[in-house]
């Protein structure tokens, strides 16, 4: 007899499956792990991206800029309810850009947040952002974990 999956292993495998779509670099797998009404605080502006078309438009720009994706998320901590749940953990995107120069990445700190919609875990909302010095006004992007 196989073993019931709980909340926190579907919401564990969608997210593998979102860093294993990130690394081939396929928008439709990633579509597949966003609610249709995503709203992403992401690093790159505006201030929020709505709707899983704006989401996989950032995506895009990303596998444009780059050859070869890499994705690693440290930390991963999940909270997960009846119908809700959220986490949060330390994501690197690096790799090879698409001229050839190899791509160390920044860490940055990322929070998902996920509804259960049709018998799946959907992310509904995340945010990524990167610590800021107070004195320049700028991000911090050399910090590692």
């Known amino acids: 007899m196989g073993k019931t999956m709980t909340g926190q292993d579907e919401i564990r495998r969608r997210i593998e499956a979102l860093v294993e779509g990130i690394e081939a670099k396929d928008l439709r797998a990633l579509e597949g792990a966003y609610a249709p009404d995503v709203v992403s605080f992401d690093v790159e502006p ?45 994501g690197r995107l690096s790799g090879t850009l698409a001229n050839g120069a190899a791509a160390g990445g920044m ?24 610590p800021f010095d107070l004195a320049t006004g700028k991000g911090v992007t050399d910090l590692r974990p």
């Open 107 to 130: 860490w940055v700190r990322a929070t998902f947040c996920f509804s259960r919609i049709d018998g799946e875990w959907l992310i509904v909302h995340d945010q990524v952002s990167v």
């Open 46 to 90: 505006p201030l929020q991206h709505v709707g899983v078309a704006a989401k996989l438009r950032n995506w895009a720009k990303v596998f444009e800029a780059f050859e070869k994706v890499t994705y690693e998320l440290r930390d991963l901590t999940l909270t997960v309810g009846d119908g809700v749940a959220f986490g949060h953990g330390l």
